[in-house]
């Protein structure tokens, strides 16, 4: 802004310095020719066969004999003539004039720019008063182009930073909060469940097979609180950003026999009927993670079945994606609940064992890798999740 208006003063001194200079110019030659005139007159009015020669003698500019001197004149005391000294005090008053003209424009515009500068600085530390007290709702963005609005523009940009910083540290603190509630609430049943079977096996009156039945409830606790721990942590690595997926190519077919065959002993349990079509092609995926979710979507399935039930795994090769289909021939799932499926900790009626966690940490996995999963389902009759790999990742 003050090389604008340094600028501006510049330009308006400039023109101001043309015009003089043009009044000066045209106010001398004014005064040449009257001089001129008046001096020729004089000498034709008394020696009027002189005119030619004396005109001549003007526009030839021919030099001449000093003839000034014999009366007393030259070049240092001409201006003691009245109407040279004339002249001289009014070129020396417009002059004087020109500069102190130069000098007020120069110092107002200085005055108004820090006047500016003073009421801009003001705003601005009034807006940083607001943001330390943590308020980040004001506007202090300006649309000119000088270096104070750049700076309030780019002090506008800060603040947005740090509202979203600070909005996404109360949602962190808020998920924390929540994440933390959750898992105890997780905990809390199976902890419950082991100091009621402890407080059991404590009495004498059990015979061994009731103290074993009741061991072996102890140790279903146990491992369902070891999944749950073990899961949490996978889960967090996940969430918290810190897992880094190495994509491959690997066959889909080999993802799913080796998901199965890790599944094998609750899907023997069960007598499921395992069915596998179109799954003839690679996947660029990251091989251990993606087989976690697939084994999430798999065992959820397997929970939600009768035994005898059927679950139906199919591939799907187009131009445009690479999926693999889940469907079970289960009870399905509710309108109300597939909507919230895929919520963190989120049981729907029908899941018995489930702690809401499989599903959600899916999702994540396969979002990560820049795919899908869509769901459908008919009450009483299937569930089917399809998960989509973009051909863009290949």
Not at 267 to 276: A, D, H, S, Y
Request: one cysteine or more; glycine letters at 4%.
């Amino acid at each position: 802004m003050k090389i604008k208006n340094i600028l501006i003063s510049i330009l308006i001194s400039l023109i101001l310095l043309i015009l003089i200079n043009v009044y000066l110019i045209t106010t001398y030659n004014n005064y040449i020719y009257n001089t001129l005139n008046n001096i020729i007159n004089n000498i034709v009015s008394k020696y009027p066969e002189a005119e030619d020669i004396t005109i001549e003698t003007l526009l030839t500019s021919k030099n001449s004999a000093d003839i000034l001197v014999k009366y007393g004149i030259n070049k240092n005391n001409i201006s003691e003539i009245n109407s040279i000294k004339e002249l001289n005090y009014k070129l020396l008053i417009i002059t004087s004039l020109i500069f102190l003209i130069i000098i007020i424009i120069y110092e107002g515009q200085n005055l108004i720019y820090n006047l500016k500068i003073k009421k801009e600085i003001k705003t601005i530390n009034s807006y940083l008063q607001e943001i330390i007290k943590g308020s980040y709702e004001l506007n202090i963005a300006d649309y000119n182009e000088d270096e104070l609005s750049i700076l309030k523009n780019d002090i506008y940009k800060v603040t947005i930073k740090l509202k979203e910083l600070s909005l996404y540290e109360k949602n962190e603190q808020l998920y924390l909060m929540n994440t933390l509630e959750d898992i105890s609430h997780q905990l809390k049943t199976p902890l419950t469940a082991l100091m009621v079977t402890n407080d059991i096996l404590k009495s004498t009156d059990l015979t061994v097979p009731e103290r074993q039945t009741f061991l072996n409830k102890e140790t279903k606790e146990l491992e369902k609180m070891e999944w749950l721990i073990t899961t949490l942590l996978k889960y967090s690595k996940l969430d918290s950003g810190t897992v880094k997926l190495k994509l491959e190519k690997i066959k889909a077919q080999k993802i799913i026999d080796d998901v199965l065959n890790s599944l094998s002993i609750p899907l023997e349990l069960k007598e499921i009927n395992i069915i596998t079509n179109d799954l003839n092609f690679s996947l660029n995926c990251d091989v251990n993670w993606t087989k976690e979710a697939f084994i999430n979507i798999i065992k959820n399935a397997i929970e939600h079945l009768e035994p005898k039930g059927t679950i139906t795994i199919k591939g799907e090769n187009n131009p445009l994606y690479k999926a693999i289909s889940i469907k079970d021939s289960g009870c399905g799932i509710a309108k109300q609940d597939l909507k919230n499926i895929f919520k963190r900790f989120y049981s729907t009626n029908n899941s018995k064992n489930s702690i809401g966690i499989g599903l959600n940490m899916a999702k994540l996995i396969i979002e990560k890798e820049n795919g899908k999963i869509e769901v459908t389902s008919k009450e009483g009759e299937f569930t089917e999740f399809k998960i989509i790999f973009p051909k863009s990742n290949y």
